[in-house]
């Protein structure tokens, strides 16, 4: 099949997915895959789990929507177990774009400013306010004029504090760029810049959309590095794959997010405030636990057994979020499509990254047989 009826904003590889279960999916020809993708970083929890599929079906039998001029104890529920910890409270929207356009205006309204800084290689969505927060230029080709104010500095570079001065209402970063290559940030870097950002009256902007839900063995990457954001965005993972987002930020901000200053029909939608409630409560410590203990053993499997392949130039990643750089001459949406031929589902990202995000649940053996395939596969391509 070749789609003819959508636009083809996607370059998609030809078969359909049609049916999952836990780490494992089916494509309509019958083949069953290892999944290393999460549905990029969403499907933490699996796929077919039957403890979401209980509660978004008890939810669909109750109501599937019901506007935000309402009560609702499903948000306060899940905004409790988000943000609480932090001292923050949550605005709910639906996807990770709309959870940064949130944090952007709002950073403008608490502060009276209106510069941003980001950084190289960011990836921050692609409405008009996080496209112009993100720093990939060939993603925002055509698209000017784009929001001013947005001004970028080199990620991990010490230099960048000399932008951040009181005109900025926010720095917005990743602590692991995940589009961007996998990119881990240094946490003296980090903290340097949280203090910088303080210092000059600039809210510290932290999105979390695909680090976020437990992905680095934390519910937040940030708290890795103990950093003290004063707004968190997080999206992808938080309902499992039901189409959610949300702000998280400083109780202290409520006054500058008052009734009628923002807001979406479908916000806090409850089928998907039903997963995300279940989706929290099964990141629990000793879940989280053993998401880092799954990627410490990772780590070393790829220290020892792959890191000396011929056609990879070096490995980064945090948690269960790994990248692959390949050399210059290996090309990398080959080497995915050879790794689906094998029955194994993968991604890539920028600086020709292969990009590794499998689900959490996913065992220490699975692992280890996604990286044996992996490992196969790399070691028998001739590098130039
Ligand atoms: C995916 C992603 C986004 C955008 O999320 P959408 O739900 O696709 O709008 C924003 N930030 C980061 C870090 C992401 O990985």
């Known amino acids: 099949m070749m789609m003819q009826h959508v636009f083809p904003t996607y370059n998609r590889f030809p078969f359909e997915i049609v049916s999952g279960n836990g780490f494992k999916l089916t494509d309509n020809k019958g083949m069953t895959y290892l999944d290393f993708t999460s549905g990029i970083g969403v499907c933490g929890l699996g796929y077919n789990v039957s403890k979401l599929n209980e509660a978004v079906e008890k939810q669909l039998g109750k109501v599937w929507h019901t506007s935000n001029l309402y009560e609702s104890s499903l948000q306060e529920s899940v905004a409790k177990k988000l943000g609480e910890a932090h001292g923050m409270i949550a605005s709910f929207c639906n996807s990770g774009t709309e959870a ?6 709002l950073a403008r309204r608490a502060t009276g400013k209106s510069e941003v800084l980001a950084f ?52 917005i970063l990743e602590v692991v760029q995940g589009e961007g290559g996998v990119v881990v940030g240094d946490a003296s870097w980090l903290k340097a810049v949280e203090e910088k950002a303080h210092e000059a009256g600039a809210l510290l902007i932290i999105d979390e959309v695909q680090t976020g839900m437990g992905r680095t063995g ?84 790829l220290e020892q057994k792959v890191k000396n392949i011929d056609a990879i130039e ?24 050879m790794l689906q031929d094998k029955g194994l589902l993968t991604l890539s990202a920028r600086d020709n990254t292969l990009r590794l995000l499998p689900p959490l649940i996913m065992p220490a053996s699975e692992l280890m047989a996604g990286i044996e395939i992996i490992t196969e596969t790399l070691e028998n391509i001739l590098v130039a």
């Open 100 to 105: 940064n356009e949130a944090a952007f205006k």
């Open 120 to 171: 190289d290689h960011s990836f921050h969505g692609r409405t008009y306010g996080s496209l112009s927060l993100t720093g990939n230029d060939g993603i925002k080709e055509g698209f000017g004029p784009l929001v001013p104010g947005v001004s970028f500095a080199k990620y991990n570079d010490f230099a960048a504090l000399d932008e951040i001065n009181d005109q900025k209402a926010a720095v």
């Open 218 to 301: 934390k519910l937040f990457a940030f708290e890795n590095f103990e950093l003290n954001p004063d707004i968190v965005t997080v999206a992808k993972g938080l309902a499992n794959g039901i189409p959610v987002g949300a702000m998280l930020g400083k109780k202290e901000l409520a006054k500058f997010f008052g009734p009628g200053t923002h807001g979406s029909t479908f916000a806090g939608n409850p089928l998907a405030m039903a997963a995300a409630d279940v989706v929290l409560d099964e990141l629990n410590t000793e879940f989280l636990k053993g998401v880092s203990e799954k990627s410490d053993f990772i780590k070393f499997l």
């Open 314 to 337: 070096s490995i980064s990643g945090f948690g269960l979020m790994i990248g692959i750089h390949l050399k210059e001459t290996v090309d990398v949406s080959k080497v995915v499509s």
